[in-house]
């Protein structure tokens, strides 16, 4: 049995098998995602995913899902899943025997004597999906029937039957192209095998998606079936689907599936499960090579690849891709602000914090390399055009207060990674001096010292750690305030106190930093992560659900956010050094069943703050996976 395995008790339990899901990815920004028993309970779920650059700069569902129909002595299986209103039909789940994720995700059901078996993989550098279908067992002659279920919408949007959708189809060799709108790429559909197609056009009303209902969106969709493909099947053969944004020779279809099979890491452990699900956030496009946030909604954001991309990167010595990363990230720079939300041609410059964690990610790279000539020949100019920019004030009235802090904020806009806003404005706003955007300050003030030999800003991290000591720390509480504004401070118990302690350079001593760690470890750890908010706080939400505005208020007010344990551990293990290494590992160890729940063989974005933690969010978080991978190799390095 393999390290991630389903059987059938588990599969046909509905309530089991649509909580979890698959995400696999390509390099080009394309992705297939669905749940283990290809039943889709969310609007991003697809078979193809893939961008539509001349559209707009989001990814858009083409081929939203495939029924497949097992055809012997004229009787037929569909073997199909789909959710509508008041049931799900057809119920093929129950022909199920098993789902193995080694080393691609594969089911095998049991018609009677009929045993077959689906596996899926994506081409790695084109927008295509395959699907290889292996007949096992079978005692008379078996046709095979594959019914595709087209959607060509914005993966944020939903599509409803109309009369403008190009019902036509051209035939190409072994199959169909399919072009509903003509805004869009048109999409191939082909066999490795000679085959039938039958055009039976017609639209399936009120599919529903059973993830958004729970979230409190529109739920409702109508998809497009232009027909099947039916093809004979005998013992032993292995015939491939392949849906692409471009024509593939049926040909060379088995070998391009062997080919892809070999290039993937095994999932047979838990590292191997990260480090796959670290190569998915890499995408490289048009010349860019960027980090994707998480799956499968977000976009890339720039506190979130500095965050995440030195654990899926130079964790593994990927030191080219980690720098490719940085490249492209720093033509984006506008003055002193990198984009908090990237997408395309659509920027959100509103973040505080993404340039302070521009220093740290490079740090890491020194960190692990030893090289400080490439980040000073690279990046020297552009990190003293931060600081300056910090210095003289910004956007979002970012700016160097005379103390040496750095204040931000405006009543509008949320520029810490607490950033939920719902229409009342945002839910933390944090304006004021929050604390570790002043760890970070004092960081990058350090670490550009060390790179350039400027005395002045020696001074003035000596300035900064003055004023922050004074400002932020009670010996009466006993850790810091989690934001000060002049006379005002937030005392909450938060996790942003722990930067303070985790950094390269740090401004408090031992006494204060320990003070600090027992503080989130009694209040803030959990077996998943670090809580965003002290159970004790009357604020506290324990439960992140219900429509946008309910997780809002939850999201950043006691959710478990996975990342942050990164930065606890290093914190910790400054105080602790070796003695430290058992208790790491144990936390490590807390997300062993993680990779059998929500998304299959990742980590996903957040997670209840009460017990048993459940996982929510976006099913696979590039920081989750990266900060775990990272806390795994410090491990290995202690």
């Not at 078996?142 to 019902?167: C, E, M, S, V, W």
């Not at 290039?263 to 838990?270: A, D, G, Q, V």
Request: hydrophobic share 35%.
């Amino acid at each position: 049995m393999s390290y991630i395995h389903f059987d059938k008790t588990q599969l046909i339990n509905l309530n089991y098998s649509l909580d979890r899901e698959i995400i696999r990815t390509n390099r080009s920004g394309a992705y297939t995602s669905t749940t283990i028993i290809g039943c889709n309970t969310r609007k991003y779920h697809g078979l193809l995913v893939a961008p539509q650059p001349q559209i707009d700069s989001q990814n858009h569902v083409l081929l939203s899902t495939v029924h497949e129909t097992v055809i012997q002595h004229g009787a037929s299986f569909n073997l199909g899943i789909s959710k509508f209103p008041g049931n799900y039909s057809p119920r093929g789940h129950k022909y199920l025997e098993d789902f193995d994720s080694e080393p691609i995700p594969k089911l095998t059901y049991r018609v009677g004597g009929v045993v077959l078996q689906k596996e899926l993989i994506l081409d790695t550098n084109r927008d295509r999906v395959m699907i290889r279908y292996t007949l096992l067992e079978a005692h008379s002659k078996t046709k095979i029937r594959i019914q595709p279920f087209l959607a060509f919408r914005g993966y944020h949007n939903l599509i409803k039957a109309n009369d403008q959708i190009d019902r036509e189809f051209e035939k190409i060799p072994n199959g169909a192209r399919f072009r509903l709108y003509p805004q869009y790429d048109p999409l191939f559909l082909q066999l490795s095998k000679k085959c039938e197609f039958v055009s039976i056009p017609d639209w399936y009303y009120n599919i529903e998606y059973i993830q958004e209902r729970e979230r409190g969106y529109e739920y409702q969709e109508d998809l497009f079936a232009p027909g099947y493909f039916e093809f004979d099947i005998e013992k032993g053969e292995s015939v491939i689907f392949s849906a692409g944004l471009t024509e593939a020779d049926p040909s060379t279809r088995q070998n391009a599936f062997e080919k892809e099979i070999a290039r993937r890491i095994p999932r047979n452990n838990f590292e191997n499960c990260l480090r796959n699900s670290a190569g998915q956030f890499i995408r490289r496009r048009d010349g860019d090579t960027r980090i994707i946030a998480g799956y499968p909604w977000f976009g890339w954001w720039g506190r979130d690849t500095f965050v995440a991309a030195p654990g899926l990167t130079l964790t593994s010595g990927d030191t080219e891709t980690f720098l490719e990363v940085m490249d492209s990230m720093s033509r984006d720079l506008q003055g002193p602000l990198f984009p908090n939300i990237g997408s395309g041609d659509f920027t959100n410059m509103t973040s505080i914090d993404a340039p302070l964690w521009f220093f740290w990610s490079l740090q890491q790279y020194i960190l692990y390399t030893g090289d400080k000539k490439t980040i000073q020949d690279r990046y020297l100019g552009k990190l003293r055009g931060i600081i300056e920019g910090y210095k003289n004030g910004t956007d979002f009235n970012i700016h160097m207060q005379p103390d040496g802090l750095i204040w931000g904020g405006r009543p509008d806009v949320a520029l810490t990674w607490m950033d939920a806003i719902t229409p009342d404005g945002p839910v933390t706003p944090r304006i004021g001096c929050p604390v570790e955007i002043q760890a970070l300050w004092y960081n990058a003030l350090c670490f550009y010292h060390e790179l350039s030999g400027e005395e002045p800003y020696a001074a003035l991290a000596a300035r900064v750690k003055e004023s922050f000591d004074r400002e932020f720390w009670s010996w009466d509480n006993g850790y810091l305030a989690d934001v000060v504004d002049g006379d005002e401070k937030d005392w909450s118990i938060r996790p942003n106190m722990i930067f303070a302690t985790s950094l390269p350079y740090i401004m408090l001593n031992e006494e204060k930093n320990d003070k600090i760690l027992e503080v989130v470890k009694s209040k803030l750890l959990t077996t998943k992560g670090l809580r965003s908010l002290s159970p004790d706080d009357p604020g506290y939400k324990g439960y992140y659900y219900g429509n946008q505005i309910s997780r809002d208020h939850a999201y950043h007010n006691g959710t478990v956010w996975a990342w942050l344990l990164g930065h606890f551990v290093e914190g910790y293990l400054k105080l602790h050094g070796k003695a430290s290494k058992n208790f790491i590992q144990k936390i490590i160890k807390g997300f062993d069943d993680v990779m059998t729940q929500y998304g299959i063989g990742t980590v996903a974005e957040i997670f209840d703050g009460d017990p048993p933690h459940r996982p929510k969010g976006s099913v696979s978080q590039a920081w989750s996976v990266a900060e775990l991978l990272r806390m795994m190799d410090i491990v290995n390095r202690i």
